[in-house]
């Protein structure tokens, strides 16, 4: 795997979080994107179940898909499944903790283009008890440096999707939250311009599970609004998020689709104890 | 079968089908009511609103500080009450102390007021917005929307309550100051409002909002509020709760809703 992305974080999430640092390879290392097709996606729905569930036997059917296993300092008993280095095709970058006292999994697709999702990713899964994590490995848009651009969060053909669909197997009422970012200043409404975090299950019903997470998180960041989508405001509502349509068909009610405000997430990664109160309601609404 | 047996079924069966009727239009929604409000989803309600409501203490006042001094607040008040009195026919009657401080921490002025809450069966059935609390076992009462003054500028506003009656298990306030707006500020804050508190804003006028001209949405712009927390911290000097506001879907459905209540 080649250099680390430069990873911002103050007090003691700076320790945690530089341990985690090599997760994350430039973009410019990409060369190309790949795509599932149909046996490639089953094969990593199940590969992904297999190990989330604790059964090691899921390793060849993603070595078969192109991943490595490898370990990851200061995470004991996770695996870390990359893409080997050189060769990275935007697969994806993965964690499965054998010994999870949560059943939550942490996913940022658009890490590069979400400023600190990525890293706010993998501080909350070493702070919490999680059992698995996600990024992209490939970056959301084409630049001049990397022309090999895949946004993840539309991709229902990719192992991301299988990765979320593994997780809903293997545990059906966990919780997948995928974290984004937005910009208050184009945003269209007062109420998500001022927002510090807006939540949404993908759909047009929030489910009791989502509103139970976003009153902890009322609670716990006031006066920072935090809305939750149709009600509390129309935009930002994910209906077209590619993991939340395949998860819904496949019946599991745990996709959270969480926005953070440029302003809040620069507080989250600074913060412990800000960070600390995300993690507390993240683990209980995964409860 | 005889005769007088044949028109005591078709009574019976005319009875069936009359509460078969009654059930499937009023019985539904007020089971969903009455059953836990934790489940409550968009399929009973469509639930418009959330936000963070303060309980006054007993026996001691909570003050709100404005960002700076304000001559008008607005202030959301509603008792919250016990099951048992959910019904109650006359609804419930408390007082409220407000007391406006300058900021040398001086007192400008005290006024007292007694307010009158619907109880929570009564705003239910009028069809028009609906509050309650989804983790908690008491119900919202009617809320009040009050407009105070201050006499002179005030830097803070300190609420206490007092005379609550029987079965008011507390009250819950939420205090907001007016937003400052320079030159045609209030103008791009009206136009980015939702569509449903544009409409709100113009119910009075004649013309529904893309009617109006551009000075009366400056002017409309204007009246935009701004939530205010308050001084001390949460489960000492106050309880925070998250309040939902939901509008019926029942009653959505029908097309009589009157979105008056709203706030």
Redesign the interface.
């Known amino acids: 795997m080649s250099l680390a992305k430069p990873i911002l974080a103050g007090g003691a999430a700076a320790a945690i979080i530089a341990g985690a640092a090599y997760l994350f390879p430039v973009f410019d290392s990409v060369k190309g994107v790949t795509r599932a097709d149909d046996a490639e996606f089953a094969l990593g729905t199940s590969a992904f179940a297999a190990l989330i569930g604790g059964e090691t036997g899921g390793l060849a059917g993603l070595e078969k898909l192109g991943f490595g296993a490898g370990t990851l300092a200061g995470a004991d008993h996770t695996m870390l499944l990359s893409e080997a280095e050189g060769e990275c095709a935007g697969r994806g970058i993965y964690l499965i903790r054998s010994q999870a006292t949560d059943k939550l999994a942490l996913t940022a697709p658009h890490r590069g283009s979400d400023r600190h999702t990525g890293t706010l990713a993998s501080a909350l899964f070493l702070e919490t008890g999680a059992q698995a994590a996600a990024w992209n490995s490939g970056p959301r848009r084409a630049t001049s440096k990397c022309e090999h651009a895949i946004d993840l969060a539309r991709e229902r053909n990719h192992l991301f999707s299988a990765f979320a669909l593994g997780f809903a197997e293997a545990a059906p009422d966990g919780l997948i939250v995928q974290l984004h970012g937005f910009d208050g200043d184009r945003r269209e409404s007062l109420a998500a311009r001022e927002a510090g975090i807006i939540l949404s299950n993908g759909s047009e019903a929030p489910s009791a599970r989502l509103l139970d997470l976003a009153d902890c998180l009322s609670l716990a960041f006031a006066p920072i609004p935090v809305l939750v989508y149709p009600g509390d405001t129309g935009e930002l509502g994910a209906l077209s998020n590619a993991q939340g349509q395949l998860l819904r068909e496949a019946g599991f009610d745990g996709f959270v689709h969480m926005e953070i405000s440029a302003e809040l997430r620069a507080a989250l990664i600074e913060d412990d104890a800000l960070r600390g109160k995300l993690a507390t309601c993240l683990a209980e609404a995964a409860a | 079968m005889s005769l007088s047996m044949l028109a005591k079924s078709l009574i019976f069966a005319l009875l069936a089908l009359t509460s078969g009727w009654v059930g499937r239009e009023y019985a539904i929604p007020v089971a969903n009511y009455l059953t836990d409000v934790?489940?409550?989803?968009?399929?009973d309600a469509?639930?418009?609103?959330?936000s963070?409501a303060y309980r006054i203490p007993d026996q001691a006042p909570l003050g709100f500080v404005f960002s700076q001094p304000v001559t008008l607040a607005k202030i959301l008040v509603h008792p919250a009450v016990s099951e048992d009195v959910r019904d109650l026919e006359q609804g419930f009657v408390y007082g409220i102390r407000l007391r406006w401080i300058d900021a040398n921490g001086e007192e400008i002025s005290v006024h007292d007021t007694y307010l009158q809450a619907d109880s929570p069966d009564t705003v239910f059935a009028s069809g028009e917005v609906w509050r309650f609390f989804?983790?908690r076992p008491e119900l919202v009462a009617e809320q009040d929307n009050l407009l105070v003054e201050s006499p002179e500028p005030a830097a803070q506003l300190e609420i206490e309550v007092f005379d609550i009656d029987r079965g008011i298990i507390g009250i819950d306030v939420r205090v907001f100051e007016q937003r400052i707006y320079l030159g045609a500020q209030s103008l791009s804050?009206f136009r980015?409002?939702?569509e449903e508190s544009r409409d709100l804003l113009t119910q009075p006028n004649a013309f529904p909002a893309d009617m109006l001209t551009q000075q009366e949405q400056l002017n409309l712009g204007r009246n935009?509020w701004r939530?205010v927390?308050p001084l001390g911290l949460?489960g000492r000097d106050y309880t925070?709760l998250?309040l939902y506001e939901a509008l019926r879907e029942d009653v959505m459905q029908d097309g009589v809703f009157d979105s008056g209540g709203a706030q």
């Open positions: 934790r489940d409550i989803t968009a399929r469509r639930i418009s609103k959330r963070i989804r983790t804050a980015r409002l939702s935009h939530a927390g949460d925070m998250v």
